[in-house]
């Protein structure tokens, strides 16, 4: 048994979750699982917990261009996507290619934009391409976007709205770290510079052909579809839930899956695989009643997934 | 889509014919008309969408019907009215304007029809038409529900076949619980009123009186008389006794009752067994192979000359058990009252008496007088006929000196009066002679073409011998032995098994084959574990089997293949292992193996995984490594028990 | 029928009324059967207002393996949906409009299945658990009190109108030295030869917040279903709202999930 890449890939986890991004190995194989899979990760924590640091030591040890929005309530559509500039001596418009024209793209405070800003960003995700002006550009491939958010009771934000919530295929917070790691982090101070000087350890072909491998190698049997679809159509019918997760949060939830069995080495996807992913992938899709709005929805989600039987029979 | 409307009123139509049909042709010619009227009414409306006959005109014809009939009705004469009634009522509410109320009075009508039919018919076809009514029933009561939920519901031709299968279903699910009701259904023994009993069904049967010359042909009716079931026997014994006629009054022979006691039964003489299933008939004889001497099974009277009278006119079919000796001789030991069976007609023919003059003169005892007779019988070249028969006022001589052809009771009047004129005592026998014998039901049926009259002569120390004249025609063994061959014959044969096997199984099942069944049914139980019973434990084994399998599918089902067991006993032993990790249908085998951190179960959900996961089923070789697995893991569990009993011991 | 079968001892008697009992025996097992194996579930829609008509689909599945459900009708707080044939392992739904009374949190524990299948003698008939929790909003009422802009007493805070960056163009005005790149309207500049700006408006209106016992009006339920109603218009008009309701504060927001926490807000008020 033979996964293509796999080595490289664990070789990357390994070294930034040992080297560089201490106590973090969560959030680490997260982002991994959000690359291979071809989806995009939303880091929702408080400030100063190295969520900028691990979109940073990710592009530079993937090998892949980085591009960084800082988001204010000043924030254009225009300002992420490019904008035409006319161009005087030419007497022609000219294309400026806005910040997302990168392999990684982290886009800061998303909840610090503008609802139309954000929107914006949100289709070009999800398009893979932009248009402006009536012309279409193609984004790179691949195409990967860290968003960070912080939680919202931060004053002055627009939080997502729930309903867009799905075009992110994680949502994970960082947490702090371990003690231990925590107290050797503070002794040795930012490691931002550190960072400046990583060496890719793979190219965006290795990345590709990583990818490819995921989605053709590992097998989805219909057993774990069942389970999957279980899970699924029990978040529909949850008495403190108003909207479950969609079929796009289904088909995001295999793909996770199978990304996670092929980090584990495994050609076809196990129950444990979905339930590794399904918090982070599945959560953050839930909108809750009302009146339940206090939970929090990974707990929710939890409670969903205790009920449902794994078929190992 | 189909309007549940229209299949109603059709499988109306349908149910009422079902209803009607068996009783048709037992009804007058009023019912039969108005049922037929109301059938042509029915399809003239529906066809041309008029509106049925509705209100004050409905109500009216029933009234005047219910009160004609009511007039009709008394305490004999109860099931007739009745019947006709109920066909009138049922035309009516066929052409009658329907609610829901009507089609269920249509059913209930339809079906009380099939049961009065019972009173004049027993035939097997019963079986037939319930089955057919209780279909239609079924279907259309499904179909009612659904018309009295919403009478303008149509259904797709699809949902109305599934409503149509599932209601046909139910009459054949039903079909066990109608053979278990049927059997266990409490039976009298004795009716507890007579007058609803049918009133048999109109055939002539044995008349209690014989009388030569009467008509100028007799017919050859072929319906069934009785069927015995027998061992075969030779035919010259198949003489069936039915009635003796001792006294001669006029041209006819009738019966007197005698009084005294019959002899003792023979002895050092083959008795004969046989079970009797007559058809239902006027007559009260009871009719066993000659000379009967007990009757059983039915209550009945028995007079010494042998001859069996029902006592009641019991309702249905009957059964009796006999016990016969069959070789034409009934030893009495009293002699006879010699005036009284040499008794002669108030006018015998001159040529008659100097016949018999001329028999008696030659002196000799009553046996060779006997033998001096049939020696001028056999010469006297008499033919036997059933047309062109004798019907002077004295028949008898015209028969033996003119036409000297005649059916078997001019022989045996003319032989009983010539012998009693020539002063040996003798008597006539009503009866029937022959039957088929039925190899596939091992019984004879006996026909009403086969009936005959006979002589028995009472002779001084050996009493009444069975003389047969008709043997002495110059035609007889040809009349009277001409059988049916081929394919008729054969489908004829297999017809009358099942109509004996319907009565045999369903007319005359009573209280005590009820009884008999379960003491067969107790027998069988207590005889299931010794091997000489097993054949007759071969239902209740096949039950037992039945049940087993019907247990093994569920099991299956219940608790799974053997892959699910393996993993469920792993599971169960896991939980035993590690007691403080709590296992819920929500844990994974993987989680399980990273949460135990043993190996051993890390290796099973591996296996288990390998082939789950990937859409296969578990080779053999992996199950058995599942199965080894676990069992090692069992095994362990115990040494580590013991390790700690015996390392607790040595301390 | 059975009396004069037991009187005459005669057997066709017999067979017709074992035929009768056995056709019983089996319908009723037919009956018992249609009624077994059932899924019953009902959904309701998110917004349910006191004495209003509600839309609630009752969707019924025919788990059964081998047999079809007959002419069921399933029976839900006073109303009855009938299902004429459901194949097996096929699932249907019809709707029926429901009426609850009454404000707050409540919950739907049951529904009756009955059927008269398979002979309409006997109705059969089953309770299944639901548990379907659902909260009854305050029925909305206008009230004439509100209607322009500038009543203070029934908007609570209001903001004045201002310059953003969310909203649409508003207008389009000469660039100045203190305006953002990003502002310059090229396309018009590049025709006009000189530099245009846009001016963009923040992204809605002022917000509203309702504070709902100071309404006008009479009692507490008046004051409930007209906020109910203000809630509702102001989300028409794309007004972000909050709510005051004694010493609860609920922030102004635009969103469906908020309206229907606002909206949930007024039912559970003085409920719990």
């Known amino acids: ?313 | ?651 | 029928m059975g009396f004069a079968a037991v009187n005459t001892g005669n057997n066709l008697l017999f067979l017709i009324v074992s035929s009768l009992l056995g056709f019983m025996a089996v319908s009723g097992c037919l009956g018992w059967m249609n009624l077994r194996n059932l899924g019953v579930t009902v959904s309701l829609p998110d917004e349910i207002y006191d004495g209003k008509d509600t839309f609630v689909t009752v969707r019924l599945e025919n788990r059964k393996r081998f047999l079809s459900v007959f002419l069921l009708r399933v029976h839900i707080s006073g109303k009855d949906v009938r299902f004429p044939l459901v194949e097996k392992g096929c699932v249907e739904s019809d709707a029926v409009t429901l009426v609850f009374r009454g404000r707050g949190s409540k919950l739907l524990e049951k529904a009756t299945v009955s059927s008269p299948f398979p002979i309409n003698f006997f109705v059969r008939r089953r309770s299944v658990s639901l548990s379907v929790p659902f909260t009854v909003f305050p029925s909305p009422r206008e009230c004439p009190a509100v209607g322009g802009t500038g009543k203070k007493d029934a908007r609570g805070d209001a903001f004045s109108r201002r310059k953003g960056f969310g909203g649409d163009v508003a207008a389009i005005r000469d660039y100045t030295a203190s305006d953002p790149l990003k502002l310059i309207h090229w396309r018009l500049s590049a025709r006009q030869g000189e530099l245009k700006v846009k001016e963009i408006t923040a992204p809605s209106e002022d917000p509203l917040i309702i504070d709902v016992l100071s309404l006008p009006g009479g009692g507490l339920e008046e004051n409930l279903s007209c906020a109910a109603y203000l809630v509702n218009r102001s989300f028409r008009a794309n007004r972000a709202v909050g709510l005051k309701v004694g010493s609860r504060l609920v922030r102004p927001d635009l969103s469906r999930t908020h309206r229907l926490r606002l909206l949930t807000e007024l039912a559970v008020y003085g409920t719990r």
């Open chain 2, 1 to 651: 889509m189909v309007h549940v409307r229209t299949v109603l009123d059709i499988l109306a139509l349908v149910t009422g014919l079902l209803g009607s049909a068996p009783l048709f042709f037992h009804l007058n010619r009023i019912p039969q008309f108005v049922f037929l009227a109301a059938l042509a009414f029915v399809i003239v409306t529906a066809w041309k969408g008029v509106p049925p006959l509705r209100g004050w005109r409905a109500t009216v014809i029933t009234g005047v019907f219910f009160f004609y009939y009511a007039l009709q009705f008394s305490r004999d004469n109860l099931v007739e009215p009745a019947a006709n009634l109920l066909v009138v009522l049922l035309s009516i509410r066929l052409a009658g304007e329907k609610i829901p109320r009507n089609y269920l009075q249509i059913y209930a009508l339809s079906l009380f029809a099939l049961a009065a039919s019972s009173a004049f018919s027993l035939s097997g076809a019963f079986l037939g038409y319930l089955a057919l009514l209780l279909l239609s029933i079924a279907v259309s009561l499904v179909l009612l529900t659904f018309f009295t939920v919403d009478s303008r519901l149509s259904l797709t031709r699809r949902g109305l076949r599934r409503v149509a299968s599932v209601a046909a279903a139910m009459p054949a699910a039903s079909a066990p619980l109608i053979l278990l009701f049927f059997v266990i259904l409490p039976r009298p023994q004795f009716p507890l009123w007579d007058f609803l009993s049918p009133a048999g069904e109109k055939v002539a049967g044995l008349s209690d009186r014989v009388e030569p010359g009467s008509a100028a042909s007799v017919g050859e009716v072929a319906s069934p008389v009785l069927r015995a079931r027998s061992e075969k026997l030779p035919r010259k014994d198949l003489y069936w006794r039915g009635v003796v006629l001792n006294t001669p009054q006029g041209n006819a022979w009738i019966r007197t009752e005698i009084p005294g006691r019959e002899g003792p039964p023979p002895k050092g003489v083959v008795m004969v067994r046989q079970t009797v299933f007559p058809e239902t008939t006027a007559s009260p004889w009871l009719i066993a192979l000659d000379a009967p001497w007990s009757v059983s099974g039915v209550r009945s009277g028995k007079s010494a000359d042998l001859v069996f009278r029902k006592r009641r006119s019991s309702g249905g079919r009957l059964k009796y058990d006999t016990v016969s000796a069959a070789h034409g001789v009934i030893e009495t030991k009293e002699g006879v009252d010699r005036d009284f069976y040499l008794k002669l007609p108030e006018k015998v023919s001159p040529r008659v008496l100097s016949l018999a003059g001329s028999i008696a003169r030659q002196g000799g005892s009553d046996s060779v007088r006997l033998s001096r007779l049939e020696g001028y019988f056999q010469s006297a070249g008499l033919r036997y006929a059933t047309r062109d028969l004798p019907r002077s006022a004295d028949p008898l001589d015209e028969f033996l000196f003119e036409r000297k052809a005649g059916h078997c009771e001019f022989f045996a009047s003319s032989f009983a009066v010539l012998l009693r004129a020539a002063g040996v005592p003798s008597r006539l026998v009503g009866g029937y002679y022959g039957g088929e014998y039925n190899e596939l039901g091992g019984y004879y049926l006996v026909t009403e073409s086969m009936a005959h009259a006979w002589v028995e002569v009472f002779l001084e120390g050996r009493g009444w011998v069975r003389r047969d004249p008709s043997i002495y025609a110059v035609n007889f063994s040809r009349e009277r032995d001409g059988k049916r061959r081929g394919l008729v014959a054969t489908v004829r044969l297999i017809a009358d098994s099942m109509s004996y096997y319907w009565n045999q199984t369903v007319i005359t099942y009573d209280l005590d084959k009820q009884l008999r069944m379960v003491r067969a049914t107790g027998s069988a139980l207590r005889t299931l574990s010794l091997p000489s019973g097993v054949r007759r434990a071969g239902i209740p084994l096949l039950i037992a089997g039945l049940l087993l399998a019907v247990f093994l599918v569920c099991a299956k089902r219940k608790w799974g293949s053997r892959e699910q067991r393996v993993v469920r006993k792993f599971l169960r032993i896991v939980g035993k292992r590690y007691p403080h990790i709590s296992i819920s249908p929500s844990t994974g085998l993987l989680e399980l193996a990273e949460r135990t951190g043993d190996p051993r179960v890390r290796r099973f959900a591996d296996i288990r995984y390998g082939a789950l996961y990937r859409d296969r089923k578990l080779s053999e070789r992996e199950f058995s490594l599942l199965e080894d697995i676990t069992r090692a893991f069992a095994a362990s569990r115990e040494t580590v028990r013991d390790i700690e009993r015996t390392s607790g011991t040595s301390h």
């Open chain 1, 1 to 313: 048994m033979s996964l293509p890449k796999r080595d490289e890939m664990l070789h990357v986890i390994e070294t930034l979750s040992t080297r560089y991004l201490r106590g973090k190995i969560r959030a680490v194989k997260l982002s991994m699982i959000a690359l291979l899979s071809g989806g995009h990760i939303l880091l929702e924590d408080i400030p100063g917990l190295g969520k900028t640091t691990l979109a940073l030591a990710l592009s530079g040890v993937l090998g892949m261009t980085f591009g960084r929005l800082q988001c204010t309530s000043d924030l254009l559509p225009s300002d992420i996507t490019g904008l035409s500039i006319f161009n005087r001596e030419e007497g022609k418009f000219t294309f400026l290619r806005g910040p997302i024209f990168n392999n990684l793209v982290l886009v800061d405070e998303i909840n610090r934009a503008m609802p139309k800003t954000q929107s914006a960003m949100l289709e070009a995700m999800e398009e893979r391409r932009v248009t402006v002006e009536g012309v279409t550009y193609p984004l790179p491939a691949p195409f990967l976007v860290i968003a960070t958010q912080n939680p919202v009771e931060q004053v002055g934000t627009y939080p997502l709205p729930e309903s867009q919530m799905d075009r992110f295929l994680i949502r994970t917070g960082i947490g702090y770290p371990p003690e231990e790691i925590e107290k050797t982090i503070i002794k040795g101070g930012s490691i931002r510079d550190r960072i400046k000087d990583l060496t890719p350890l793979v190219g965006l072909s290795d990345i590709m052909e990583a990818r490819k491998a995921v989605k053709e190698k590992v097998l989805l049997s219909d057993t774990i579809v069942g389970y999957i679809f279980a899970i699924v159509a029990a978040t529909r019918n949850h008495p403190f839930i108003l909207t479950g997760v969609s079929t796009r949060g289904g088909i995001n939830l295999a793909e996770a899956a199978q990304a996670h069995a092929y980090l584990e080495g495994r050609d076809f996807v196990v129950p444990e695989d979905v339930k590794a992913v399904a918090l982070p992938v599945g959560a953050h899709r839930l909108i809750l009643r009302p009146e339940n709005e206090a939970l929090d929805k990974e707990d929710v989600f939890q409670s969903v997934l205790k009920n449902i039987e794994i078929p190992i029979l």
